[in-house]
């Protein structure tokens, strides 16, 4: 029997090693790999080119929309099942856009994780209950101002996603250009970019724009107001 390849994205050792122990039950799946972060959540793509990656949300240095858009452009043929604790439509919006197959809940069962990982490898996609739910009430009639979001969102490379991140996890410009290996410089060219791309002009409003849009949980700032 060929086993299903999974590589494990989560930024919380205890949550990876909790996803690892309920799929090495399983005869038919294999986890391959772990990524403590978007940025190695691509690269091991790159190398490992699993079945199917499951893919943490909010991660450090690259979030895992993000990631996701980066590693189906390196090896299309993974499929990505997105994990979040939150279930806001933004969130789930901004990963089926990303380009992933499917979206659990970290509260979803064990059974319907593995089950999960089985439909998007054969080409099918895969939803919490509760979010499949409201998406077919809610598919007739999009609000405007999700819709603004996102489409919003689809005018920014991947340097400029990567750069709103680090604004809206408070990283100054300095930090910033330390952490993506490029110049202060740069960095602000980036930042007058999104400002304008946005229609945004304060820290606070690419802050508030990250978390609606779904780039970066809202737990990731709570001094934002």
């Known amino acids: 029997m060929k086993k299903i390849t999974v590589l494990l994205a989560e930024d919380h050792t205890i949550v990876r090693e909790g996803f690892r122990k309920m799929l090495e039950l399983e005869d038919d799946i294999?986890?391959?790999?772990?990524?403590?972060?978007?940025?190695?959540?691509v690269a091991l793509v790159n190398k490992l080119r699993p079945a199917v990656v499951l893919m943490d949300i909010a991660m450090p240095l690259l979030n895992g929309l993000e990631a996701t858009r980066q590693a189906l452009k390196a090896v299309p043929a993974t499929k990505v099942l997105i994990l979040s604790?939150?279930?806001?439509?933004?969130?789930?919006?901004?990963a089926t856009e990303s380009g992933a197959s499917g979206f659990l809940l970290k509260q979803t069962s064990a059974y319907d994780v593995c089950r999960a990982i089985r439909e998007v490898?054969?080409?099918?996609?895969?939803?919490?209950?509760?979010?499949?739910?409201?998406?077919?009430?809610?598919?007739?009639?999009?609000?405007?101002r999700e819709g603004l979001f996102h489409k919003k969102a689809a005018q920014l490379t991947s340097r400029e996603m990567e750069v709103?991140?680090?604004?809206?996890?408070?990283?100054?410009?300095k930090e910033t250009a330390s952490?993506?290996?490029?110049?202060?410089?740069?960095?602000e060219k980036h930042r007058e970019n999104l400002m304008s791309k946005l229609d945004i002009h304060d820290t606070a409003g690419l802050t508030r724009y990250a978390i609606s849009a779904g780039i970066i949980e809202s737990s990731v700032q709570l001094t934002i107001v």
């Open 30 to 41: 294999e986890v391959v790999g772990e990524a403590q972060d978007g940025r190695q959540a």
């Open 85 to 94: 604790a939150h279930s806001d439509d933004a969130y789930v919006t901004s």
């Open 164 to 173: 709103l991140q680090l604004i809206a996890e408070g990283k100054a410009n």
């Open 121 to 144: 490898n054969n080409g099918k996609t895969f939803f919490s209950a509760s979010i499949s739910r409201r998406q077919d009430r809610l598919r007739p009639q999009t609000p405007d």
């Open 179 to 187: 952490e993506l290996g490029i110049s202060m410089k740069t960095v």
